[in-house]
């Protein structure tokens, strides 16, 4: 997956429907200048907002990360290495801690987006929190993860999983010093 596709696709999506920036602005409540790190940047926002720009797109949030297009099942093997797309918090770089493989970027009008996600230690100390509508599904392969959701916290070890409504502030991070690896699968409704 290529980073700058996604500001690319946002574009033609736009001109395709004849949307101006501001439009996108009165839309979906970020800034013009949220918006145009969005499509300019190299690293690709937190999934909130790119959800708010799918949403006043009228498109799902796979649009930005789909790859070529497959109609049948789609197998990710586990010798294919994809491009990661590092995540950062709207204006911010603090969650950029985190590496997004896409698993089924192929896989058309999918409505999961099933992700391996590296973690790694953050030096942050604001952390910044993720909203959105729809669920996530977390299952953690090594280390610990720490999952900060609403005024709960929860750490989990290998082998634990969470389901939550991503509507509620969370934000995932390592629980300590060392990386961590998950499968996360998010759903968010058109």
Same mark, same amino acid.
């Given at each position: 997956?290529?980073?700058? &596709? ?5 574009? @033609?999506?736009?001109?395709?429907? &004849? ?16 918006? &145009? ?10 999934? !909130? ?18 790859? @070529? ?14 491009? =990661? ?18 698993? !089924? ?15 790694? =230690?953050?030096?942050?100390?604001? =952390?910044?929190? %993720? ?13 610990? !993860? ?22 509620? &502030?969370?934000?995932?991070? %390592? ?16």
């Amino acid at each position: 997956m290529e980073k700058k &596709n996604i500001g690319e696709k946002i574009l @033609a999506l736009c001109n395709s429907r &004849n949307l101006s920036i501001q439009d996108l602005v009165d839309t979906t409540g970020l800034s013009e200048v949220q918006i &145009n790190r969005v499509i300019e940047s190299e690293t690709i926002p937190s999934l !909130a907002p790119l959800i708010k720009i799918a949403r006043a797109l009228g498109v799902r949030l796979g649009t930005f990360l789909d790859d @070529a297009e497959e109609l049948g099942p789609v197998v990710h093997r586990s010798g294919e290495v994809h491009q =990661p797309a590092s995540f950062s918090s709207q204006l911010s770089d603090a969650n950029s801690h985190l590496d997004f493989y896409a698993l !089924a970027s192929r896989k058309t009008n999918r409505h999961m987006e099933p992700f391996f996600i590296d973690i790694q =230690p953050s030096s942050t100390h604001e =952390p910044i929190f %993720s909203s959105h509508e729809g669920e996530e599904f977390i299952f953690v392969l090594e280390g610990t !993860a720490k999952i900060d959701y609403g005024n709960q916290t929860f750490f989990l070890h290998p082998g634990d999983s969470i389901y939550y409504d991503s509507i509620i &502030n969370h934000l995932v991070s %390592s629980a300590d010093e060392k990386p961590a690896k998950i499968l996360a699968v998010v759903y968010t409704p058109l």
